[in-house]
């Protein structure tokens, strides 16, 4: 198991606000709308250093979506922001027909997504949105692990022409992928390699699936552990490549089973090379208050919880 | 164009709406003849358009350098793409495909199928107001000095959407926004009153930081002037409202004063009917 280390955990909207920060110093035709949460989002440089374009619009986040799909036309860049729950569930129609059916280049920035938005509660901690936005034809659906990959996530989106959701979040986690790594849209990263199982991981579990890939590692069990950063378009060919190799998969995310992104893999699989298959996801449940630490141990999204998946599906594959 | 060949035009084009839906057997000819007169003096005669050198048309869907026009309560589609057919868009003979499979005349405007004119999709009502106000926005950023108009309809008032991109608009100073409210009391339940009373609209408007202007939306005089004098009151940091008071299905006697035409195409008798109290002015498609 190759071992990954960092010197600092930081938080994913926070490589979200440095990402914006250096579009406002690099692409004048970059600007942000935010829906009262600036501060929430990391937007204060950009603000800081390009106020005419800033554009606050309250909590109206329907209308947030509609002036972003309006401000494409004289090929402005809009990034509009608010947490994941009011900018993708909120506003769903707003983005099926006036940005995704009608081909808009609006970049959908969303951060306190899932269980780690922590006390706030399941009001606040959405699990459906990748569901809802990998539905719609055209979207892109975005999900960085880590800070760095946040940033270049979010650098990577406005050269990108289409509409995107970039999915991030409110705890602090590990900051290990490389600060120079290129973000490539579409395109998995392989962070082990291996024989014995695929682990598929996104956003915050990704650190857990390198955490669970030391506690298999001590058993003699060498995973392929593979970071689907881009949920759609899905990279299929890492999929089945790594899948071919390893003749069963875990997936792990934060979000709901129903719609995520083991359902995405589960249909790669059964259309292609069905094997054994498990998924480390919140089972058909709302979130509750809570530390953030508390509920991924609640909801066991965990390495431990990755860790016991692999060993069920490594049992099934030798049956 | 003077009035009178502004009311030609209209005439036209409502033949245009009612052959459209009878044509296919469904689509929304009521606001549609009520909007007629509007669209009619917004496209040959009011707005900006961007031409070329034989002074037609060019569909360029930045509108950088042109007044854009944002239709909000799609369902009125008919209206629209018959002026867009007639204004030199796309060919009159198109209109024929309105709603038909493969066709890029949607029941409701739409991008995907590049339409020339349509810069947005709508039918989901309640969302056209926030994009006008992005496009708006960027002329600004742009510093392009053109308007952009957006049309909705009075039961579309009830959509809570609206009412953010009300308070969004003034707020942020789009003096170079006009919006029009098809003020013709009805929707698919109802008079607009008994189903969800909007109250004074215009008053609500003027609450949000609008100014509102009213107009007789059926009177080719009136529309012609109030838009005028809409236009020139832009750039004056304050966003402009006209309550347009129409006649839903207006200028066929037996779809006015009714809602029973908000989505309702003729029979063939119907159609003749209707065809007889208009004028073909320009040439059926
Ligand atoms: C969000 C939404 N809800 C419901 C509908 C269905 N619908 C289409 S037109 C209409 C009535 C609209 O009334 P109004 O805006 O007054 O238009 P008019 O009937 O006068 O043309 C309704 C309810 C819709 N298109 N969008
Ligand atoms: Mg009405």
Same mark, same amino acid.
């Given at each position: ?319 | ?101 493969? %066709?890029?005349? +949607? #029941?409701?405007? *739409?991008? $995907?199928?590049?339409?020339? =004119?349509?810069? /947005?999709?709508?039918? %989901?009502?309640? +969302? #056209?107001?926030? *994009?006008? $106000?992005?496009?708006?926005? =960027?002329?600004? /950023? ?19 959407? /609206? ?123």
């Amino acid at each position: 198991m190759k071992t990954y280390t960092f010197t600092e955990k930081k938080d994913t909207r926070s490589g979200f606000g440095a990402g914006m920060a250096e579009l406002g110093r690099t692409n004048p035709d970059v600007v942000a709308l935010c829906a009262d949460l600036v501060a929430s989002l990391k937007l204060d440089a950009f603000i800081k250093e390009n106020p005419e374009r800033f554009i606050q619009c309250g909590i109206a986040e329907a209308n947030m979506i509609g002036v972003a799909a309006g401000l494409t036309l004289s090929g402005l860049i809009p990034f509009a922001t608010t947490f994941a729950n009011f900018g993708s569930s909120r506003v769903y129609d707003q983005i099926r027909q006036a940005v995704a059916y009608s081909g808009k280049n609006v970049k959908i920035c969303v951060s306190h997504a899932g269980l780690t938005l922590g006390e706030d509660g399941a009001t606040h901690q959405i699990l459906e949105d990748i569901g809802m936005m990998k539905s719609l034809p055209g979207m892109t659906v975005i999900n960085p692990c880590d800070f760095n990959q946040t940033k270049a996530a979010t650098i990577a989106i406005a050269d990108y022409e289409g509409p995107v959701y970039l999915r991030f979040g409110r705890p602090v986690v590990p900051n290990f992928t490389p600060a120079d790594q290129v973000f490539e849209i579409g395109k998995a990263v392989v962070l082990n390699e291996g024989p014995d199982v695929s682990i598929f991981a996104t956003g915050h579990l990704v650190w857990q699936a390198l955490e669970a890939g030391k506690l298999l590692a001590e058993q003699g069990i060498e995973a392929e552990i593979i970071n689907i950063h881009t949920i759609k378009p899905l990279d299929k060919e890492a999929i089945l490549q790594s899948v071919r190799k390893t003749g069963c998969a875990v997936t792990a995310e934060e979000h709901q089973m129903n719609g995520g992104l083991g359902d995405s893999v589960a249909q790669v699989l059964s259309l292609n090379y069905p094997a054994p298959l498990d998924m480390v996801a919140v089972n058909d449940s709302f979130g509750e208050s809570g530390t953030p630490e508390q509920l991924m141990e609640k909801y066991g999204l965990t390495a431990a919880s990755i860790v016991a998946k692999v060993l069920s599906v490594i049992q099934r594959k030798n049956k | 164009m003077k009035t009178d060949e502004l009311k030609k035009v209209a005439s036209q084009v409502r033949r245009d709406i009612v052959r459209m839906v009878h044509g296919v057997a469904s689509g929304h000819p009521g606001g549609s003849l009520g909007c007629t007169d509007l669209l009619v003096s917004l496209y040959f005669q009011t707005m900006n358009l961007k031409t070329d050198d034989s002074d037609s048309v060019v569909f360029d869907m930045s509108g950088t350098g042109e007044d854009m026009f944002f239709l909000s309560n799609g369902h009125i589609s008919p209206v629209l793409y018959s002026v867009l057919a007639r204004r030199g868009y796309f060919p009159v003979s198109e209109l024929a495909t309105f709603r038909k499979l493969d %066709s890029r005349l +949607q #029941g409701h405007p *739409a991008t $995907a199928e590049h339409l020339p =004119g349509i810069r /947005i999709a709508s039918g %989901s009502l309640g +969302q #056209g107001l926030s *994009a006008a $106000a992005g496009a708006a926005y =960027g002329k600004k /950023i742009r510093k392009d000095n053109h308007r952009v108009y957006c049309l909705m309809g009075d039961g579309e008032q009830q959509e809570g959407q /609206i009412w953010e991109a009300a308070a969004f608009i003034p707020h942020r100073k789009l003096d170079n926004l006009i919006a029009i409210i098809d003020f013709n009391g009805q929707q698919i339940d109802g008079p607009t009153d008994v189903v969800l009373n909007n109250r004074d609209l215009g008053a609500k408007y003027e609450a949000f930081g609008w100014k509102v202007l009213h107009m007789d939306g059926n009177d080719m005089d009136d529309v012609v002037t109030t838009l005028a004098k809409a236009h020139a009151a832009g750039g004056k940091g304050v966003p402009v409202c006209i309550i347009m008071k129409t006649e839903m299905g207006q200028g066929v006697d037996f779809m006015m004063h009714t809602h029973k035409w908000h989505g309702t195409a003729p029979n063939n008798e119907q159609l003749t009917a209707a065809l007889a109290q208009l004028d073909e002015t320009l040439g059926d498609y």
